[in-house]
Structures are given as structure tokens and as C-alpha cells.
């Protein structure tokens, strides 16, 4: 049985691949950021509500000012972490391969770029997730590859689905 992806790396798909990511090898370290992050937020918050003097009131200060840029800039990290991760990867592909063709078989499968040819072994895959559109793959904390489902061919995505779980051992996790 042989499966053919064409895969483009836009924003869509590195976002996507940096969600997989943070919600699956990351998840310990994301949720411990994200605690951590609406903490601070929050005391910073009421900080520029609190004047020791007359209690919560607003008071315009450059320190006002400096504190609600900070949050501001937090809350964007904090809302968009995953669109920001995304671009900051998708800036980090070498030229040539924003666009792949990738073939599944038995015993691996190979991408293709204008850069040249990849092999891959199912036994590197550490772990498996999709969503509505997309297989990915993930290799580590900081690697991943992602596989749109609209334009698969040789088979259905079930179909690849229980390929890919027949050949790995792994089950996918919906993200």
C-alpha cells in the first residue's frame, strides 16, 4: 500500500504543527509556562489598580504605563503563543522546502523537496496527533511533521490512519 501527501508549509500548517507540539512532548512545560505567565499577569494587573494609599483606583503613571504595555505584550504571547512558535519555524525553513511530496510505504517513507530527498523511519516517530486537516508527526520537543489530509491519495485518511498506527504501535491524539 503506498500514500501520497502534498504538503505545503504555510502559516495554517506551522501553527497547526506548533499546537501538536505544545499540547503533546510539551504539555508538562507549556501548561507550568502558562500558569506561571496568567500569574503574573494577573498581579501585574493588580499592581496598576492598587495605590497603598487609597486602595484600588486608577492612577496615570509611567509606571502605569510601562506595567500595562508588559501585560499587554503577555497576554499576546499568552493568547497567540502557538501563530507566534508557527512563524517564528516557518522563518526557520531552509529555501526549498515549503513544498514536499511525501510517499508512504511498508518499510518508511521518503519526502520530497526542491532541495532533494529525505527518507524516514517509522521507528524515530515518538509520537502521533491530528486534527480536522492535518496528520503530525512528531519527533522531539522542537521537531515535527505535518501532513494535510485534503490532498492525500492512494487511500482514504482512515485508511492511512490505521496504516500509520499498524506500523508504529502509536495511537494519534486529536488536538
Same mark, same amino acid.
Given at each position: 500500500?503506498?500514500?501520497?501527501?502534498?504538503?505545503?508549509?504555510?502559516?495554517?500548517?506551522?501553527?497547526?504543527?506548533? /499546537?501538536?507540539?505544545?499540547?503533546?512532548?510539551?504539555?508538562?512545560?507549556?501548561?507550568?509556562?502558562?500558569?506561571?505567565?496568567?500569574?503574573?499577569?494577573?498581579?501585574?494587573?493588580?499592581?496598576?489598580?492598587?495605590?497603598?494609599?487609597?486602595?484600588?483606583?486608577?492612577?496615570?503613571?509611567? /509606571?502605569?504605563?510601562?506595567?500595562?504595555?508588559?501585560?499587554?505584550?503577555?497576554?499576546?504571547?499568552?493568547?497567540?503563543?502557538?501563530?507566534?512558535?508557527?512563524?517564528?519555524? /516557518?522563518?526557520?525553513?531552509?529555501?526549498?522546502?515549503?513544498?514536499?511530496?511525501?510517499?508512504?510505504?511498508?518499510?518508511?517513507?521518503?519526502?520530497?523537496?526542491?532541495?532533494?530527498?529525505?527518507?524516514?523511519?517509522?521507528?524515530?516517530?515518538?509520537?502521533?496527533?491530528?486534527?480536522?486537516?492535518?496528520?503530525?508527526?512528531?519527533?522531539?520537543?522542537?521537531?515535527?511533521?505535518?501532513?494535510?489530509? /485534503?490532498?492525500?491519495?492512494?487511500?482514504?485518511?482512515?485508511?492511512?490512519?490505521?496504516?500509520?498506527?499498524?506500523?508504529?504501535?502509536?495511537?494519534?491524539?486529536?488536538?
Amino acid at each position: 500500500m503506498e500514500f501520497v501527501f502534498e504538503n505545503q508549509y504555510n502559516q495554517e500548517a506551522m501553527t497547526v504543527m506548533a /499546537r501538536a507540539l505544545r499540547k503533546t512532548v510539551r504539555a508538562k512545560h507549556s501548561r507550568r509556562s502558562h500558569i506561571f505567565g496568567w500569574i503574573v499577569t494577573v498581579l501585574a494587573l493588580f499592581l496598576v489598580f492598587w495605590s497603598g494609599e487609597n486602595g484600588f483606583g486608577f492612577q496615570l503613571s509611567l /509606571r502605569s504605563v510601562c506595567t500595562l504595555i508588559v501585560v499587554a505584550v503577555l497576554l499576546a504571547v499568552l493568547l497567540w503563543e502557538d501563530t507566534i512558535n508557527g512563524y517564528a519555524a /516557518r522563518k526557520r525553513l531552509l529555501p526549498g522546502t515549503q513544498k514536499a511530496n511525501v510517499t508512504f510505504r511498508e518499510d518508511g517513507f521518503t519526502s520530497e523537496t526542491e532541495v532533494g530527498s529525505t527518507a524516514f523511519r517509522y521507528d524515530k516517530i515518538a509520537a502521533l496527533a491530528e486534527n480536522d486537516h492535518y496528520f503530525i508527526f512528531i519527533y522531539s520537543a522542537s521537531h515535527a511533521q505535518i501532513y494535510d489530509k /485534503r490532498t492525500i491519495s492512494g487511500g482514504s485518511p482512515d485508511e492511512f490512519r490505521a496504516f500509520i498506527e499498524g506500523v508504529t504501535g502509536k495511537h494519534f491524539s486529536k488536538i
